[in-house]
């Protein structure tokens, strides 16, 4: 649904998003983790064709986002930051004119109006003016106007900033609910809403992205794991896993599934596995001393570097620390 | 194409219905305008034209159309709504001239009002029609022009007040092109005086009033309509609204 190939942004000779590439699949939720200025904003504002990509492809619904911007720009309902709403309208009249932005037809808005309002349960508040709701509901009133349409691809950016505790936990479950019928790419720098909310976790940092993974699993290598990256010959995968598995300091270990290690492993015929880690309990030489000791050969032992662990001290852990 | 810039006029209309902002320009525009008309034609043996009320108009419209599209797109650059706008399926072309005619049916509505004079005319004397006519045209055409200055000068930065002034700024500058002009000579003098937005401003001299003399607006005060005056208009039209496209473009290639 969501396909960017080595798209990079610069704002003159300054770069926001270097070489990013990622795809989001039909029904997945991700959420795009990064600290503030890391680039997410830049990178939503690309995928919604509201700024050009400086370098690289991005296609939103089959739909090249600069040389199909209109036809992509249909299938994408998008709730930017900053919450734009028009003041002076009032709830149904805004949405009835984002309909039409949309070029959405009478019936079709009619149609909508009533379910969506529903959804984000804005009922007693659609003939109020916008400019009149507290910040949680005109939160809702934008959720409103991005699924207004129907689009396939829904894109937030950090949509509970900025709102109060409670509205946040209702907000949190409206946005779940909404993974089920759309695709959808939501930013945040809180990791327990990422988490909470996503079966998927990009996380960005200085324009590239550092982490592609299962929230579980970031939240693995953030209980101060260390993660290494290794190369085995002559051996059966099954074996080595449960080998690695046993010793102590080890928490999983497991096949490397990043496609490019996976190609380059097969071409030169090796196993590519990944480990985490109970850190500075000397992970690697047992590691290299459990294949040697088992007869298998070692062709790489690569501790990767904890430039994740250094974001994620950037990034909000803790809830009440937002809240 | 149309029913976008259909969507994006109609909301805009509705906005200035429903802001005092219409209401407060069409009081003053027929207040000014009404002064200029008083006092071109009270007098014993003047003329019954609606010269005064054009040279009026003609002043009062520089400050008048920026004021009236200043908010168009500075504002929704500061609430934010662009992004909505240009995320959604919709040209900056589109939004543009959507926005442009909501100001221009505004502008029309007003004109419409200050046919109350012409009315008078009527009733208390024998007007010619004529230049009542080609004035009313060349109105509706100096408007295009002075609102699409005001459209461009709107979307150059998110405050109003700056839309206002650069818009005033550059009507004003266009108006009072003949004070260099009459300084210079040869083609010089004849490119300058084919910039001239509006009339050379004597307004205050009530034997003229202006907008008589030199300008793309002096012909249809006379009740000549010239091709290359409409030309004029229509292109300055045009091009202002060209130059506002640009502008939102390399906003996003920012």
Same mark, same amino acid.
């Given at each position: 649904?969501?396909?960017?190939?080595?798209?990079?942004?610069?704002?003159?000779?300054?770069?926001? %998003?270097?070489?990013?590439?990622?795809?989001?699949?039909?029904?997945?939720?991700?959420?795009?983790?990064?600290?503030?200025? =890391?680039?997410?904003?830049?990178?939503?504002?690309?995928?919604?064709?509201?700024?050009?990509?400086?370098?690289?492809?991005?296609?939103?619904?089959?739909?090249?986002?600069?040389?199909?911007?209109?036809?992509?720009?249909?299938?994408?309902?998008?709730?930017?930051?900053?919450?734009?709403?028009?003041?002076?309208?009032?709830?149904?009249?805004?949405?009835?004119?984002?309909?039409?932005? *949309?070029?959405?037809?009478?019936?079709?808005?009619?149609? *909508? +109006?009533?379910?969506?309002?529903?959804?984000?349960?804005?009922?007693?508040? *659609?003939?109020?003016?916008?400019?009149?709701?507290?910040?949680?509901?005109?939160?809702?009133?934008?959720?409103?106007?991005?699924?207004?349409?129907?689009?396939?691809? $829904?894109?937030?950016?950090?949509?509970?900033?900025?709102?109060?505790?409670?509205?946040?936990?209702?907000?949190?479950?409206?946005? &779940?609910? +909404?993974?089920?019928?759309?695709?959808?790419?939501? @930013? &945040?720098?809180?990791?327990?809403?990422? @988490?909470?909310?996503?079966?998927?976790?990009?996380?960005?940092?200085?324009?590239?992205?550092?982490?592609?993974?299962?929230?579980?699993?970031?939240?693995?290598?953030?209980?101060?794991?260390?993660?290494?990256?290794?190369?085995?010959?002559?051996?059966?995968?099954?074996?080595?896993?449960? =080998?690695?598995?046993?010793?102590?300091?080890?928490?999983?270990?497991?096949?490397? @599934?990043?496609?490019?290690?996976?190609?380059?492993?097969?071409?030169?015929?090796?196993?590519?596995?990944?480990?985490?880690?109970?850190?500075?309990?000397?992970?690697?030489?047992?590691?290299?001393?459990?294949?040697?000791?088992?007869?298998?050969?070692?062709?790489?032992?690569?501790?990767?570097?904890?430039?994740?662990?250094?974001?994620?001290?950037?990034?909000?852990?803790?809830?009440?620390?937002?809240? | 194409?149309?029913?976008?810039?259909?969507?994006?006029?109609?909301?805009?209309?509705?906005?200035?219905?429903? @802001?005092?902002?219409?209401?407060?320009?069409?009081?003053?525009?027929?207040?000014?305008?009404?002064?200029?008309?008083?006092?071109?034609?009270?007098?014993?043996?003047?003329? #019954? &034209?609606?010269?005064?009320?054009?040279?009026?108009?003609?002043?009062?419209?520089?400050?008048?159309?920026?004021?009236?599209?200043?908010?168009?797109?500075?504002?929704?650059?500061?609430?934010?709504?662009?992004?909505?706008?240009?995320?959604?399926?919709?040209?900056?072309?589109?939004?543009?001239?959507?926005?442009?005619?909501?100001?221009?049916?505004?502008?029309? %509505?007003?004109?419409?009002?200050? $046919?109350?004079?012409? $009315?008078?005319?009527?009733?208390?004397?024998?007007?010619?029609?004529?230049?009542?006519?080609?004035?009313?045209?060349?109105?509706?055409?100096?408007?295009?022009?002075?609102?699409?200055?005001?459209?461009?000068?709107?979307?150059?930065?998110?405050?109003?007040? %700056?839309? $206002?002034?650069?818009? #005033?700024?550059?009507?004003? =500058?266009?108006?009072?092109?003949?004070?260099?002009?009459?300084? %210079?000579?040869?083609?010089?003098?004849?490119?300058?005086?084919?910039?001239?937005?509006?009339?050379?401003?004597?307004?205050?001299?009530?034997? &003229?009033?202006?907008?008589?003399?030199?300008?793309?607006?002096?012909?249809?005060?006379?009740?000549?309509?010239?091709?290359?005056?409409?030309?004029?208009?229509?292109?300055?039209?045009?091009?202002?609204?060209?130059?506002?496209?640009?502008?939102?473009?390399?906003?996003?290639?920012?």
């Amino acid at each position: 649904m969501i396909k960017l190939e080595h798209m990079s942004k610069n704002f003159g000779p300054y770069p926001a %998003v270097i070489d990013v590439s990622f795809e989001v699949l039909k029904g997945e939720i991700v959420g795009f983790l990064g600290p503030n200025g =890391a680039g997410k904003t830049t990178t939503m504002r690309v995928l919604t064709g509201f700024t050009p990509p400086s370098e690289g492809e991005v296609t939103v619904a089959g739909y090249n986002i600069e040389t199909h911007s209109l036809d992509a720009r249909r299938h994408i309902g998008y709730l930017p930051e900053s919450v734009p709403l028009y003041l002076d309208m009032t709830v149904t009249d805004y949405l009835t004119y984002m309909g039409r932005i *949309r070029g959405m037809n009478t019936a079709w808005i009619n149609e *909508r +109006l009533e379910r969506v309002i529903d959804v984000v349960k804005l009922g007693d508040y *659609r003939n109020t003016l916008v400019g009149r709701l507290s910040k949680g509901y005109r939160q809702r009133t934008g959720i409103a106007q991005a699924i207004l349409h129907n689009p396939d691809v $829904l894109i937030m950016d950090e949509p509970t900033i900025g709102i109060d505790p409670i509205q946040v936990v209702e907000t949190r479950e409206l946005i &779940s609910e +909404l993974g089920s019928e759309h695709t959808l790419l939501l @930013s &945040s720098h809180i990791l327990p809403e990422v @988490s909470m909310i996503c079966q998927r976790v990009l996380v960005i940092n200085d324009g590239r992205i550092v982490a592609d993974d299962k929230p579980s699993a970031l939240s693995s290598r953030l209980l101060h794991a260390e993660r290494i990256e290794l190369g085995v010959r002559d051996a059966e995968t099954r074996q080595v896993i449960n =080998a690695l598995r046993n010793l102590g300091m080890v928490i999983d270990a497991r096949t490397d @599934s990043r496609a490019e290690n996976q190609q380059r492993a097969e071409a030169e015929g090796r196993l590519a596995l990944l480990v985490d880690a109970r850190p500075n309990q000397g992970a690697s030489e047992e590691i290299a001393k459990t294949i040697v000791d088992n007869g298998w050969g070692l062709t790489t032992l690569n501790p990767l570097p904890l430039t994740l662990e250094e974001i994620f001290l950037q990034l909000t852990t803790e809830e009440e620390l937002e809240s | 194409m149309l029913t976008n810039i259909g969507v994006i006029a109609g909301k805009e209309i509705r906005t200035y219905f429903a @802001s005092p902002m219409a209401y407060v320009v069409a009081a003053a525009f027929l207040a000014i305008t009404g002064f200029f008309f008083v006092a071109s034609v009270s007098d014993a043996f003047s003329e #019954a &034209s609606i010269r005064g009320f054009l040279a009026g108009a003609v002043f009062f419209m520089i400050f008048m159309s920026p004021a009236l599209t200043m908010r168009l797109i500075a504002e929704e650059q500061k609430l934010g709504t662009l992004e909505l706008l240009f995320t959604s399926p919709i040209r900056e072309t589109e939004v543009v001239i959507g926005k442009f005619l909501s100001a221009f049916v505004i502008l029309i %509505v007003m004109f419409a009002l200050s $046919l109350f004079f012409v $009315l008078l005319l009527y009733i208390y004397g024998v007007p010619d029609s004529g230049p009542i006519l080609s004035g009313y045209l060349g109105l509706i055409l100096y408007g295009a022009a002075t609102l699409a200055v005001g459209i461009f000068a709107s979307a150059l930065s998110s405050n109003q007040i %700056v839309g $206002l002034v650069v818009g #005033a700024g550059i009507l004003t =500058a266009l108006t009072l092109i003949d004070l260099i002009s009459e300084r %210079v000579t040869g083609t010089a003098q004849e490119v300058l005086n084919g910039f001239q937005l509006g009339a050379s401003f004597t307004v205050f001299d009530l034997d &003229s009033f202006g907008v008589a003399q030199g300008g793309h607006f002096a012909d249809f005060a006379r009740g000549i309509i010239s091709l290359g005056d409409i030309a004029y208009y229509l292109s300055l039209t045009g091009v202002f609204l060209i130059l506002t496209v640009v502008v939102l473009e390399a906003r996003r290639l920012r």
